[in-house]
């Protein structure tokens, strides 16, 4: 999965000098940008579309639960049973860059 913050803008803050220049800073959406740093805007704007990503997972996975509860066929509940697992994989890759309990 493409990480975002290995391609994060560079030298967007070079004021607040709590967040430093480091290669280890923000790293995932685990940790915020201290206040008054200059990455908090593109910060924001990251973790609203990250949340997002999420919950689409997520509503596709309910979408998926009910489709698997009303199937009577068989073949097709193999099919929806492995998009199930395959949804949740992609959820629990997000956990790498961060928090998917939203
Ligand atoms: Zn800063």
């Known amino acids: ?49 990250y949340k997002q990503n999420i919950r689409k997972l997520k509503e596709r996975l309910l979408v998926l639960e009910v489709q698997l509860k009303n199937c009577k066929d068989s073949k097709k509940a193999t099919k929806i049973a492995s998009d199930i697992q ?5 959820i629990k890759g997000f956990n790498s860059i961060g928090p998917t309990d939203l």
């Not at 290995?6 to 800073?25: A, M």
């Not at 395959?86 to 992609?90: L, N, P, S, V």
């Open 1 to 49: 999965m493409e990480n975002i913050f290995d391609n994060k803008p560079e030298r967007l803050c070079l004021h607040c000098k709590k967040c430093g220049n480091d290669e280890g800073f923000i790293k995932d959406f685990y940790e915020k940008p201290p206040e008054g740093c200059g990455y908090e805007g593109w910060f924001f704007l990251e973790w609203e579309k």
């Open 86 to 90: 395959k949804t949740k994989d992609k």
